[in-house]
């Protein structure tokens, strides 16, 4: 397959691999909520692929291998070095002869009869590695992402599954790096304490974080940053529109939706006001979303959820849009976003 642009990279940590700054999110082409045919998701890895996109984000969890399987059949026609590859270890696989696939299961409406079970031990980490090379049919994954630990996913069961990891876990993917079986390690989560632990552990090289920088909020400059900068590990960010409200806006006829649910109204009121500003400057909103957290030279990568190949479009017509530096510090102005955030064209 024919590359047709290029891209920015940005190093991960401090190995040698070099990440996209726009990535491809697998989760909608896992079947996130809806059904998306394989054409569609050819289609839309196809344009990722073609507009300069060279780093590819999955996980067992998105669609129950679906998504590993549609991404692997994609870039198995590609040279190895030509792109950058991440999955996640933590839950096990096991066939369900009546799984309803028909229905969502866990978000996904997917085909694959296949039920998970959540699984940190040193054993399980290297099983469900093993597993996703074979649902993905290649013989490399560059960055293996240790998926949801901690309180935000598993509540009163967090101390069960960290230790779990903590005392087994973390020493597979000890093992897997120091062979170059993977190039990097980190966590794919939705928080950043449990990164803070996990530096306690051991050393990571990144930490995929959905969603806790971004436009709407920036608390992990405080003392995340600094610490992941200490560490040598740098962030890739999903979630950049912050589970879609950040892209749809909340001027339509939609519910916004905030960290997998309806967004509650404090969080609508911030939103609509940095829509003010975007009116003002007749900058689109998803092109600031996405704009924003790169300019902290700690984030590698953004990876939004992309699922057609005009969504891919957009998203890199929004990242090579030029926006005013007097939009962002319009936006700091008025409190909607930290002072001492890094923006695009510099700051206030």
């Known amino acids: 397959m024919i590359i047709y642009e290029r891209l920015p990279k940005r190093r991960v940590g401090k190995t040698t691999l070099a990440v996209t700054t726009l990535g491809f999110g697998g989760a909608p082409i896992g079947n996130l909520y809806r059904s998306l045919s394989e054409q569609n998701a050819l289609e839309t890895l196809s344009t990722a692929i073609k507009s300069g996109v060279s780093f590819f984000d999955t996980a067992p969890r998105y669609g129950a291998g679906l998504s590993e399987r549609r991404i692997g059949d994609v870039l198995r026609s590609i040279a ?90 973390y020493r597979a993917l000890e093992e897997l790096r120091g062979s170059g079986d993977v190039t990097a390690v980190g966590l794919g989560v939705n928080e950043t304490e449990v990164c803070e632990r996990a530096m306690e552990v051991g050393r990571f090289d990144c930490f995929l974080l959905a969603g806790r920088y971004t436009l709407l909020e920036q608390r992990a400059l405080s003392t995340f940053f600094p610490k992941c900068e200490s560490h040598g590990a740098s962030i890739i960010l999903g979630g950049p529109y912050n589970s879609g409200i950040l892209a749809s806006g909340v001027r339509g006829g939609n519910t916004p939706y905030y960290d997998y649910e309806p967004a509650k109204e404090d969080v609508i009121r911030r939103v609509a ?35 057609s190949d005009r969504q891919v479009q957009q998203a890199v017509a929004h990242l090579n849009l030029k926006i005013p530096l007097k939009f962002w510090e319009t936006l700091k102005s008025k409190g909607l976003i930290e002072c001492n955030a890094p923006v695009p064209t510099g700051s206030c």
């Open 80 to 169: 190895p070095d030509q792109y950058v590859l991440s999955t996640k270890v933590g839950r096990i696989f096991r066939a369900k002869r009546d799984a309803k696939t028909d229905e969502l299961r866990y978000g996904f409406l997917s085909p694959m009869p296949f039920e998970p079970e959540y699984d940190y031990t040193y054993d399980g980490i290297m099983r469900s590695w093993e597993d996703s090379l074979q649902r993905l049919g290649i013989a490399h994954i560059d960055i293996l992402l240790v998926h949801d630990l901690g309180k935000f996913n598993h509540g009163k069961l967090d101390t069960v599954y960290f230790q779990q990891f903590e005392s087994s876990g």
């Open 273 to 307: 006001s940095i829509e003010d500003v975007c009116s003002e400057f007749k900058v689109p909103l998803p092109a600031a979303a996405l704009q924003f957290p790169l300019a902290n030279p700690l984030v590698s990568s953004i990876i939004p959820g992309l699922d």
